[in-house]
T-cell receptor, first 113, second 112 residues
Framework: SQTIHQWPATLVQPVGSPLSLECTVE??????LYWYRQAAGRGLQLLFY??????ISSEVPQNLSASRPQDRQFILSSKKLLLSDSGFYLC????????????FGPGTRLTVL | GDSVTQMEGPVTLSEEAFLTINCTYT??????LFWYVQYPGEGLQLLLK?????DKGSNKGFEATYRKETTSFHLEKGSVQVSDSAVYFC???????????FGSGTKLNVKP
């Protein structure tokens, strides 16, 4: 079965600093990959999704970007963090077939000070 | 557009009480429906799913039935435990558009 790794698990960054969060996948190939953000006590906000290498769709215009340099690697980045970027970032995958199910990684807790 | 609405929380119950968390959806196609559970500090775990009308998903004593006529997918459990305390998310997946839509989450607190 598939496994999703997220790195780092927690991160504290100053406002204006850059960001790079990594998501890697094992046990499956050609997955659809997703980045979500969950603000404290809130629901999930879809940020980006990707159906293949270098194929990224942005759901919300903001200071974040995503890249997929390899089939099983999905990276979330920012050049300058804002206070409002604080939250719990979740990477997820779906297999793009009729199973229709999303599987989630353990998440990265980002605090911007 | 496609969306999911679930009841506001928090929901506080005593151990062994009956649980219902309401979820309704709007979809233009034929979605699959899901319930996910999130324990503190963790990612979401799939709890159960249903892929077509009248299907019943079940797992760990939880159940939900895909009701197309009422566009609902309510989560139920006959007797909750303290260990069920978590946040529950209702979601729908639209296969051919590769998209998933989540409700805002309902926090469940179960007291001994």
């Amino acid at each position: 079965s598939q496994t999703i790794h997220q790195w780092p698990a927690t991160l504290v960054q100053p406002v204006g600093s850059p960001l790079s969060l990594e998501c890697t996948v094992e046990g499956t190939s050609n997955p659809n990959l997703y980045w979500y953000r969950q603000a404290a006590g809130r629901g999930l906000q879809l940020l980006f999704y990707s159906i293949g290498i270098d194929q990224i769709s942005s759901e919300v215009p903001q200071n974040l970007s995503a890249s997929r340099p390899q089939d099983r690697q999905f990276i979330l980045s920012s050049k300058k963090l804002l206070l409002s970027d604080s939250g719990f970032y979740l990477c997820a995958l779906s297999k793009g077939d009729d199973t229709d199910t999303q599987y989630f990684g353990p998440g990265t807790r980002l605090t911007v000070l | 557009g496609d969306s999911v609405t679930q009841m506001e929380g928090p929901v506080t119950l005593s151990e062994e009480a009956f649980l219902t968390i309401n979820c309704t959806y709007t979809a233009t196609g034929y979605p699959s429906l899901f319930w996910y559970v999130q324990y503190p500090g963790e990612g979401l775990q799939l709890l159960l799913k249903a892929t077509k009308a009248d299907d019943k998903g079940s797992n760990k004593g939880f159940e939900a039935t895909y009701r197309k006529e009422t566009t609902s997918f309510h989560l139920e459990k006959g007797s909750v435990q303290v260990s069920d305390s978590a946040v529950y998310f209702c979601a729908l997946g639209v296969y051919n558009f590769n998209k998933f839509y989540f409700g805002s989450g309902t926090k469940l607190n179960v007291k001994p």
